[in-house]
């Protein structure tokens, strides 16, 4: 059955992030670490986000603010380079606890934040701490946010460029945790019939929660990412705390 529930997840999950731009991965990431050993995890929640953000900034791509992703994609490789260097190996316990805890960037206060993602210094800020984020957790855009509450963009430029940016981070993830299970017997990786359903189901999640995201205000937008992400953050936690004891 673990096929089946992870088609149903990419769907849904793309369809959340098409909506709230970072809701879905980490609903998904916490998925698959229930699902899959914790390397398999990575790698298929990099596939599967690759996909959805990627179509995603393809749709909205006339919003995408380029020299932020140019930027951005510089320090995401030397993050990546950094992580593999180091050769970090999260376990089911920690990768829950991070995953419970990197939500909670979203309530740091807006008068402590100084980061703006449309300077250049800040872009590559961003690049660096959330594919380094995303490298240790699974997940990164909850940490992306800080670099954008600032800025004056509006919610299509803010998912569009958000999905830009998380094509690199979820890139990098790929090959940091693939690379070495390549030389591992399938490294509990699912069978490729389950991508060949949920790679277009991912799509069509994404094109769902656009169409919804048109029909939002830019307030309802903000507030309901703000608490969705923090109740899935406080339900990994508590999985941390009872795979910790």
Known sequence: ??????????????????????????VLMGG????????????????????ANGWRAILHR???QWTIIRNYALAS????????????????????????????????????????ASRPADAMAAGFFVTGISLLS???GPGLDIFFVRTDLTRHQIV???AATQVFSHIAKIFVFGAPLLGVARGGMPPAWVFAFAIPLSMLGTVAGGWVLDRISDANFKRWTAWIVTAVGMLYLVKAAQAWT
């Open 1 to 26: 059955m673990t096929g089946p529930i992870i088609i149903v997840l990419a769907f849904c999950t793309a369809f959340l992030s098409g909506i709230l731009g970072m809701a879905g991965g980490l």
């Open 62 to 64: 006339h919003f995408v």
């Open 77 to 116: 490789f030397v993050a990546a380079a950094l992580v593999l260097w180091v050769g970090y190996a999260p376990s089911r316990a920690l990768l829950f606890l991070l995953l419970g805890l990197v939500p909670m960037l979203i309530w740091l206060p807006r008068k402590w934040i100084r980061l703006d």
């Open 32 to 51: 698959l670490a229930l699902l899959l050993p914790v390397s398999a995890a990575f790698v298929t929640h990099g596939i599967l986000q690759l996909v």
């Open 138 to 140: 699974g997940v990164g």
């Open 160 to 162: 569009a460029t958000k």
